[in-house]
């Protein structure tokens, strides 16, 4: 895909201006999955915003975000990182067999403890 | 109807190079009014002025067109040769023919012809000028510094040694402000008490200048040179003038477990205190809120030690009625309110102050001595964080925080590090930074010797969570130049708080009519040119009601206030601008709409007696402009509905006249 | 065929202190731009009444362009962002009408902005030429 094209596709589908960072690093010092990720919740906003998206949509950082939410809570900006990410995510997903969860995965990960609800919402998140 | 002279001006060859003058003078003749009409080669040259003179005299003139250049240059010049021949000075006006016709335009044909158009467009409005003549209005030789902060301290030092009587109004009971709260000033580190007081007790010494403190502006009528205040004194229970600030009732005052402002609440005061030992006025001030003498009616004990007899539990407060004829707000900041940054763990942990709190710690004079001590358990702190930046350049849809950078915040987390570093060889201190900005003389040098001699961390990135666990406070950050997270169990966090305006700044704003920004902060007549004075005219601004500063720049800008106020009060009358809006009576329905438009508070509404054709009388409620208030932009002409309101020098008449006579 | 070449008529109204300086800084620069456009001097853009405009398309002006100092460089600090929303509410009804949107204009000229006064007249000019003579809102009773 068009790289112009994707970046301004993950801007529009997460409502998020980039532009408006001032690179302070506040979502990345309150991420609780920061030392899970590769790329952290700053460098996500500052490569879409340069449009270096492909090394994004390949990483496994995209399914540790957990959508707390803490970046966008205290982002004194008011970017919203955690909205980029779900998008770029979106994007990863919405691509051809790129489906990261299947209906055959379930009955391993299955106990009790596991509400319905759970698995409704990794299906959202991780299907297309 | 107006006998009008018409002079073209060749000035050399600039406008004759292009305009045929010669015609342009002819053409002109032939318009409704003019009577007499010529061309010379330099109208504003004392020969030209002269022709000016003497044709008034010969032909009988009532009014003047000049076509020449811009009115910018000249119009002044002319307006004083119309003087000089009699007429009144606004009855010239110019036709751009150089800047706007022959200089822009080079065919001779097309540059004549808009010529003519242009001289056209000023005969059609001459023939509607009226003689205008200024008004004057007295000036009070007394100026009025609401604030006793550093910026008020100056402002008002400097207009008393001017020699002009100055009242400082200081809604706490000592002046001082912020900085006799503050411990050292960068980046020199001299003593903020050492360079301070002493510009207090010349205040307090002074006789020109009167000290209101424990007061407020309650009330302000009028305009420049003659401003009515109002001024509340409240009532602080001691006789100001008896009082010898000896301190007896504040050591013997049983009620001592009242929270010290001064201190920022990190220890207690007595009910009737002293806020500091320097204070000025040094006297005792009973707070109303915990005296159990004033709530329940006993123990009077202050009264019973006091050898002066000074106190007075009857007193009431008092209202003082004065006349300015200046006012300088100097009302100063805050930091801001910590409530909305719950990740910072301020409201939930003692360890976690603010930098003005850190000052108070570190100040010999605070609650701990001097000495850096934990609030919470008093223990001396080893890891100390700082983080800059605390609700500052925060995105208005954030929600929190403010949008302006503070200014000050970069330079004293830089001075507290280095001073605690210097201190304490033993303790580890962490600067989180956005960005460091030093813009200043010194600033940086002073910054980099935190970093290079005294090892202070400088780690790029903001704090996301702070998280108290045990004795210790986990601060989770982000390390962006290194690519990591970072997690402190720091002793101490001191936050750079954001400062905001003063809550008192927007009631006085709407008292003074004195326009703010949205950030609250005072704005200036003109952000570069006239940055002391407010667009009200007779209102200056002093330090940081106008917006973030340091002590140097709030000291220069109270001196440049100081200087316009002087320049102010050393004229006996005020000489206006005649070119200003006036309301037709007759025609005005009393809607308020003008009112509300007037960037400077010039119109008000009045009840007037009319007296209608049937002989009986009207109460009406009319406009009144006042003339030396409005500045003529004309505004309020615009909005008005019923078309009462006009401009002298710019009436819709005249120019409607000038549409017309242009698309003729 | 045209027999005479058509000119349009431009009543510029420019505030003293910005606009109006900017015209006088594009003449002592010797920037170029129509002669058909005349200025009428007003100490601020928020002085210029609807109805000056309206007059000016009455009696047959082709374009009305209206300049003051660039928001919140006011010289009475804030009477352009008066003249910003009247304007706007004007041109809408102008349009309304059949008075085109490139018949009005409003622009934010400083005293430095010479260059800028010119190339906006000169932008100006154009486009109203392109557009033609306006009859819509002609009175012509005018004329007479």
Same mark, same amino acid.
């Given at each position: 895909?068009?790289?112009?094209?994707?970046?301004?596709?993950?801007?529009?589908?997460?409502?998020?201006?980039?532009?408006?960072?001032?690179?302070?690093?506040?979502?990345?010092?309150?991420?609780?999955?920061?030392?899970?990720?590769?790329?952290?919740?700053?460098?996500?906003?500052?490569?879409?915003?340069?449009?270096?998206?492909?090394?994004?949509?390949?990483?496994?950082?995209?399914?540790?975000?957990?959508?707390?939410?803490?970046?966008?809570?205290?982002?004194?900006?008011?970017?919203?990182?955690?909205?980029?990410?779900?998008?770029?995510?979106?994007?990863?997903?919405?691509?051809?067999?790129?489906?990261?969860?299947?209906?055959?995965?379930?009955?391993?990960?299955?106990?009790?403890?596991?509400?319905?609800?759970?698995?409704?919402?990794?299906?959202?998140?991780?299907?297309? | 109807?107006?006998?009008?002279?018409?002079?073209?001006?060749?000035?050399?060859?600039?406008?004759?190079?292009?305009?045929?003058?010669?015609?342009?003078?002819?053409?002109?003749?032939?318009?409704?009014?003019?009577?007499?009409?010529?061309?010379?080669?330099?109208?504003?040259?004392?020969?030209?002025?002269?022709?000016?003179?003497?044709?008034?005299?010969?032909?009988?003139?009532?009014?003047?067109?000049?076509?020449?250049?811009?009115?910018?240059?000249?119009?002044?010049?002319?307006?004083?040769?119309?003087?000089?021949?009699?007429?009144?000075?606004?009855?010239?006006?110019?036709?751009?023919?150089?800047?706007?016709?022959?200089?822009?335009?080079?065919?001779?044909?097309?540059?004549?012809?808009?010529?003519?158009?242009?001289?056209?467009?000023?005969?059609?409005?001459?023939?509607?000028?009226?003689?205008?003549?200024?008004?004057?209005?007295?000036v009070t030789k007394r100026a009025l510094v609401i604030g006793g902060?550093?910026?008020g301290?100056?402002t008002a030092?400097?207009i008393?040694?001017?020699?002009f009587p100055v009242d400082i109004v200081e809604k706490?009971?000592?002046?001082?402000?912020?900085?006799?709260?503050?411990?050292?000033?960068?980046?020199?580190?001299?003593?903020?008490?050492?360079?301070?007081?002493?510009?207090?007790?010349?205040?307090?010494?002074?006789?020109?200048i009167r000290i209101f403190s424990?007061s407020e502006v309650t009330d302000v009528k009028g305009f420049i040179g003659n401003f009515d205040v109002t001024i509340k004194k409240n009532?602080?229970?001691?006789?100001?003038?008896?009082?010898?600030?000896?301190?007896?009732?504040?050591?013997?005052?049983?009620?001592?477990?009242?929270?010290?402002?001064?201190?920022?609440?990190?220890?207690?005061?007595?009910?009737?205190?002293?806020?500091?030992?320097?204070?000025?006025?040094?006297?005792?001030?009973?707070?109303?809120?915990?005296?159990?003498?004033?709530?329940?009616?006993?123990?009077?004990?202050?009264?019973?030690?006091?050898?002066?007899?000074?106190?007075?539990?009857?007193?009431?407060d008092e209202f003082i009625t004065e006349r300015y004829g200046a006012i300088v707000v100097a009302t100063?900041?805050?930091?801001?309110?910590?409530?909305?940054?719950?990740?910072?763990?301020?409201?939930?942990?003692?360890?976690?102050?603010?930098?003005?709190?850190?000052?108070?710690?570190?100040?010999?004079?605070?609650?701990?001595?001097?000495?850096?001590?934990?609030?919470?358990?008093?223990?001396?702190?080893?890891?100390?964080?700082?983080?800059?930046?605390?609700?500052?350049?925060?995105?208005?849809?954030?929600?929190?925080?403010?949008?302006?950078?503070?200014?000050?915040?970069?330079?004293?987390?830089?001075?507290?590090?280095?001073?605690?570093?210097?201190?304490?060889?033993?303790?580890?201190?962490?600067?989180?930074?956005?960005?460091?900005?030093?813009?200043?003389?010194?600033?940086?040098?002073?910054?980099?010797?935190?970093?290079?001699?005294?090892?202070?961390?400088?780690?790029?990135?903001?704090?996301?969570?702070?998280?108290?666990?045990?004795?210790?406070?986990?601060?989770?950050?982000?390390?962006?130049?290194?690519?990591?997270?970072?997690?402190?169990?720091?002793?101490?966090?001191?936050?750079?708080?954001?400062?905001?305006?003063?809550?008192s700044a927007?009631s006085l704003a709407t008292m003074l009519t004195a326009?703010?920004?949205?950030?609250?902060?005072?704005?200036?007549?003109?952000?570069?040119?006239?940055?002391?004075?407010s667009?009200t005219a007779g209102v200056f601004?002093?330090?940081?009601?106008?917006?973030?500063?340091?002590?140097?720049?709030?000291?220069?800008?109270?001196?440049?206030?100081?200087?316009?106020v002087?320049?102010l009060l050393?004229?006996?009358?005020?000489?206006?601008?005649?070119?200003?809006?006036?309301?037709?009576?007759?025609?005005?329905?009393?809607?308020?709409?003008?009112?509300?438009?007037?960037?400077?508070g010039?119109?008000?509404?009045?009840?007037?007696?009319?007296?209608?054709?049937?002989?009986?009388?009207?109460?009406?409620?009319?406009?009144?402009?006042?003339?030396?208030v409005?500045?003529?932009?004309?505004?309020?002409?615009?909005?008005?509905?019923?078309?009462?309101?006009?401009?002298?020098?710019?009436?819709?008449?005249?120019?409607?006249?000038?549409?017309?006579?242009?698309?003729? | 065929?045209?027999?005479?070449?058509?000119?349009?008529?431009?009543?510029?109204?420019?505030?003293?202190? #910005? !606009?109006?300086?900017?015209?006088?800084?594009?003449?002592?620069?010797?920037?170029?731009?129509? $002669? /058909?456009?005349? +200025?009428?001097?007003?100490? #601020? !853009?928020?002085?210029?009444?609807?109805?000056?405009?309206?007059?000016?398309?009455?009696?047959? $002006? /082709?374009?009305? +362009?209206?300049?003051?100092?660039?928001?919140?460089?006011?010289?009475?600090?804030?009477?352009?962002?008066?003249?910003?929303?009247?304007?706007?509410?004007?041109?809408?009804?102008?349009?309304?009408?059949?008075?085109?949107?490139?018949?009005?204009?409003?622009?934010?000229?400083?005293?430095?902005?010479?260059?800028?006064?010119?190339?906006?007249?000169?932008?100006?000019?154009?486009?109203?030429?392109?557009?033609?003579?306006?009859?819509?809102?002609?009175?012509?009773?005018?004329?007479?």
């Open positions: 895909m068009n790289k112009k094209y994707l970046r301004e596709d993950i801007i529009r589908m997460s409502g998020v201006n980039p532009k408006k960072c001032m690179r302070c690093g506040k979502c990345s010092g309150t991420c609780p999955a920061y030392d899970e990720m590769e790329y952290h919740p700053h460098q996500f906003v500052s490569m879409v915003e340069s449009g270096d998206i492909e090394p994004l949509l390949e990483s496994d950082s995209l399914y540790r975000c957990l959508t707390c939410f803490a970046c966008v809570e205290r982002c004194p900006r008011g970017v919203e990182p955690a909205k980029l990410i779900e998008a770029v995510r979106l994007t990863a997903i919405r691509r051809q067999g790129a489906n990261r969860l299947t209906p055959n995965d379930i009955p391993a990960m299955l106990d009790d403890e596991i509400p319905q609800q759970a698995l409704v919402s990794a299906f959202r998140k991780y299907t297309k | 109807m107006q006998r009008i002279g018409v002079f073209v001006c060749w000035c050399g060859s600039n406008i004759a190079g292009t305009v045929d003058v010669v015609a342009v003078a002819e053409a002109l003749k032939k318009e409704p009014g003019v009577v007499f009409s010529t061309d010379y080669q330099y109208m504003c040259s004392q020969a030209g002025q002269d022709l000016i003179v003497s044709s008034v005299k010969e032909h009988n003139l009532t009014g003047l067109v000049i076509c020449s250049c811009s009115p910018r240059m000249h119009e002044a010049t002319f307006r004083k040769t119309a003087q000089v021949a009699g007429l009144n000075p606004y009855m010239v006006e110019i036709a751009n023919i150089r800047e706007q016709c022959s200089w822009v335009h080079k065919d001779m044909p097309i540059g004549t012809e808009k010529a003519i158009i242009l001289g056209k467009a000023a005969v059609a409005k001459v023939n509607l000028n009226a003689p205008l003549t200024p008004g004057e209005s007295p902060g550093i910026a301290i100056q030092l400097d008393a040694d001017a020699g706490k009971p000592t002046i001082g402000g912020k900085m006799a709260q503050l411990d050292k000033t960068f980046p020199t580190l001299d003593c903020a008490a050492c360079i301070l007081t002493p510009k207090m007790v010349d205040v307090a010494q002074h006789e020109n424990y009532a602080r229970f001691v006789n100001e003038d008896i009082c010898t600030g000896c301190g007896d009732c504040v050591t013997k005052c049983p009620q001592k477990k009242v929270p010290n402002e001064f201190n920022l609440g990190m220890d207690n005061r007595s009910a009737i205190y002293i806020p500091f030992a320097q204070a000025v006025p040094k006297v005792a001030t009973i707070d109303p809120a915990h005296c159990t003498m004033l709530k329940t009616g006993k123990c009077g004990v202050c009264s019973k030690v006091c050898k002066a007899n000074a106190i007075d539990y009857t007193q009431k100063g900041f805050d930091p801001i309110s910590m409530d909305k940054f719950d990740e910072f763990a301020y409201n939930q942990s003692k360890d976690v102050i603010t930098s003005l709190e850190f000052e108070r710690l570190t100040n010999a004079a605070g609650p701990t001595a001097g000495k850096l001590l934990r609030p919470s358990d008093g223990e001396h702190p080893h890891k100390i964080v700082f983080v800059q930046c605390v609700g500052s350049r925060c995105d208005s849809c954030a929600e929190k925080g403010k949008e302006y950078c503070s200014k000050i915040c970069c330079m004293y987390t830089a001075k507290h590090a280095m001073l605690t570093r210097d201190k304490y060889p033993d303790t580890e201190v962490y600067v989180f930074y956005i960005d460091v900005r030093t813009p200043g003389k010194n600033f940086d040098e002073f910054y980099r010797r935190a970093v290079e001699e005294y090892d202070v961390h400088y780690i790029k990135g903001m704090v996301g969570k702070i998280t108290p666990e045990g004795k210790k406070l986990m601060v989770r950050a982000s390390d962006l130049l290194d690519g990591k997270q970072l997690n402190i169990d720091a002793d101490l966090v001191v936050l750079a708080t954001a400062i905001e305006p003063d809550k927007r326009s703010m920004d949205t950030n609250d902060f005072f704005t200036e007549a003109h952000p570069k040119l006239r940055p002391v004075e667009p601004l002093s330090g940081t009601c106008q917006g973030p500063k340091d002590i140097p720049e709030t000291v220069s800008q109270a001196g440049a206030a100081a200087s316009k002087i320049g050393a004229k006996d009358k005020l000489k206006g601008n005649p070119c200003v809006a006036s309301s037709d009576e007759l025609m005005c329905n009393g809607c308020s709409s003008c009112e509300k438009v007037c960037p400077y010039a119109i008000t509404y009045e009840n007037k007696e009319f007296r209608m054709p049937d002989r009986t009388t009207r109460v009406r409620r009319v406009a009144s402009v006042n003339p030396a409005c500045q003529g932009c004309g505004c309020c002409t615009v909005t008005c509905p019923s078309g009462a309101m006009d401009l002298r020098g710019f009436m819709n008449e005249q120019i409607m006249a000038e549409v017309d006579a242009i698309c003729k | 065929m045209q027999v005479k070449e058509y000119k349009p008529l431009i009543v510029a109204f420019c505030c003293n202190w #910005c !606009s109006y300086a900017g015209a006088d800084l594009a003449g002592n620069n010797r920037l170029n731009y129509p $002669a /058909d456009v005349k +200025i009428i001097r007003v100490p #601020c !853009s928020c002085r210029v009444n609807p109805m000056f405009i309206l007059r000016a398309f009455q009696r047959g $002006a /082709d374009g009305v +362009i209206l300049c003051g100092c660039h928001p919140g460089d006011c010289h009475y600090t804030s009477g352009n962002y008066f003249t910003r929303r009247r304007m706007a509410m004007l041109f809408s009804m102008l349009d309304f009408l059949g008075i085109e949107r490139e018949r009005t204009r409003v622009e934010w000229v400083s005293a430095a902005e010479g260059a800028k006064f010119a190339a906006t007249m000169n932008d100006f000019v154009t486009q109203v030429a392109a557009l033609g003579e306006n009859k819509r809102l002609e009175d012509l009773r005018c004329k007479k």
